[in-house]
DNA sequence: TATGAATGAGGATTCATTCAT
DNA sequence: AATGAATGAATCCTCATTCAT
């Protein structure tokens, strides 16, 4: 039979993440200022300085807990042999860390102008070349190679681009899945029979 | 027999527009500011003032010069038949506005949190969409309904990831036009051959 | 018969830096706001950031303005020969420099800490050496190298530790330019009699 | 029996005296932060103000044990005949009591406009000036007054001014306090002689 | 066609301090 | 004897914008 305790307990640090993403997701990084972020959570600017050394260190510290799934792709895929079927699987799990924190994905495709500055600018950059990397075989023609990049790329697009399209969410992504695999496959199958 | 004028003479309303798009592309619409740019041009910031009547009033100056000919390929579009030529066509053309002011649409595509509180968000968005009904088929199959809409985000895409890639501008550009045309006659012959 | 203007002219870059160096000198540099300075102008904090680009800047400038003569010191003293009486001339020269401008040298002296990290702490320490340079002769015995030192010390700690002593202010002046005249000669009569 | 102590014991409020007094000294008062001094000793700022009130309270404390051999100092002057011995005395302990606590004398030299507000600084400036009575004499020249004032505010000056040229420290402490009561018995010859 | 001078609103950040635990 | 969490007030500084000249 405890009260409601009126303070919030420990999970402060964890609500000014949760608002500042939805905030920058919703608004941008550059337009969301930390007196919004702070009235949001009903405290004062100065705790979220508590909590982290400045906004970049905020957005900083959502990238490191959000992007961890992709490192752990790379990893995996680094494990793997350089097939068609591994690269269809890199697609599937891809799919799966882009949709499991979305508005995230959403931010950082939507400020890329803004990011490109921060530091997890030159980090996200990398990752995404990562995995270009381990589709786009350079020994390709160039149109196999822009079939490769195109299948990660239509994925980010697709999250986006096919929101305001009706239908079943599950389904337009498994259907942005497929198109994507198709993509893979065909330079795949272009290439083997065409040398 | 006039002098050489020393000074640059009625051209300075098109010099902003020039820097002012540079900037923007650069380092992100909000990251640059009005005096960086009347730095850049050698004028006080008043003298922008002169020209626009907003920040925002440059940007929207500059959008309206150079989305002139997606304007016109919609324009275009619309009095033609909804055949698979014809969507092939657009995208070609549409490859073109797009290599023709890659400097402006890199600026859209990476400050698209920031343009969408903009007036030319709405604009610019409505224009991807119309482009967007152009090629995609209602009555298709999700998948290829993805598919179209894959054709048209490839090219932006495309535009920009494949910077990093070694290779003829030109071969790239053909390429990422092939793949996008690709995807639209794939869709098309994928819904003619399963009703 | 031209009214008063209700807006001051363009005396303000030179107003800042009075008030500035006035409330430098009386609060100490970190104990005045920006804010405060505004007020006493009825400006806008802005209108400072018009005029300079940071605080320490109006300090620099301030700085820049009133140490000159002692430069100009410093560049005679070069030409000079290295005798008592050159360096007698360089005691009554550098009082006249204290006391031309008193408030900035009291705020140099009592803001030591604060001004050792600004760019100006460098600029004069250097100033200081190079005087104590002209007078002190490494070749003499201690004693005598602290007498040069002290007669140029005494100067700055008398400017300021006599002010509370009753007086008129002339005399007492000259009093403490006799005194460090007087540790210069001593130093070097010594060292002549004391081979 | 006991085990050592793994974190140091009762000694923390010294520690932080210590500490805060080694960087008030370093950067001073105002550019030290109460956190910078609890981060130096491995605590957290509420620690601090288990110990002391306030920010200004630490350095009072600090201020109390160290201005003890001036306070000392000045009560035993004030039993002895004003005599040029006697001063000769008052200068010879006072150079102790500076090199007993150099870094405390040189902070409140260097932080003169900001202890001025500080509640040291009234105490402060009254022993500074009891001390400066012990030596002047209102009856003498004016010449001689600052002799008397300049033989204390060399020595302040000395220590530091000092630091900078080579030599052994003990000798230059010794050559600084000559210095002192030379000017100090010049004073006294001076009025003797001429009446 | 421009400038010089200024403003008002707002930005991120830092600080000394408090208090329940 | 000390901490974790938070606050309120202040800081310097930047920005888009205005307007008389």
Redesign the interface.
């Known amino acids: 039979m405890m009260a409601t305790p009126q303070v919030r307990r420990g999970d402060t640090r964890q609500r000014i993440q949760e608002v500042a993403l939805e905030l920058f997701a919703e608004?941008?990084?550059?337009?969301t200022s930390l007196r919004e972020i702070a009235e949001h959570l009903d405290v004062t600017k100065a705790a979220l300085y508590y909590h982290f050394k400045t906004k970049e260190d905020i957005l900083i510290s959502v990238a490191k807990d959000l992007a961890g799934p992709v490192d752990d792709l790379i990893a995996w895929a680094a494990t793997q042999p350089r097939t068609l079927a591994t690269k269809r699987e890199i697609l599937r799990r891809y799919s799966d860390a882009l949709w499991g924190a979305a508005n995230f994905f959403r931010?950082m495709?939507?400020?890329?102008?803004?990011v490109?500055?921060l530091s997890i600018g030159e980090t996200f950059k990398s990752k995404i070349?990562a995995l270009?990397g381990l589709l786009?075989e350079p020994g390709f023609?160039?149109?196999d190679?822009?079939?490769c990049?195109?299948a990660?790329?239509?994925m980010?697009?697709?999250m986006f681009?096919?929101q305001?399209?009706e239908?079943d969410p599950e389904?337009?992504r498994?259907?942005?899945l497929?198109?994507a695999q198709?993509?893979i496959t065909?330079a795949h199958r272009d290439q083997t029979e065409t040398p």
């Open positions: 608004q941008g990084y550059e337009k931010f495709q939507e400020n890329q102008a803004t490109r500055e070349a270009n786009r023609s160039m149109t190679q822009v079939r990049t195109a990660l790329f239509s980010h697009a697709g681009a096919m305001n399209i239908g389904e337009k498994a259907a942005i497929e198109v198709g993509l065909e």
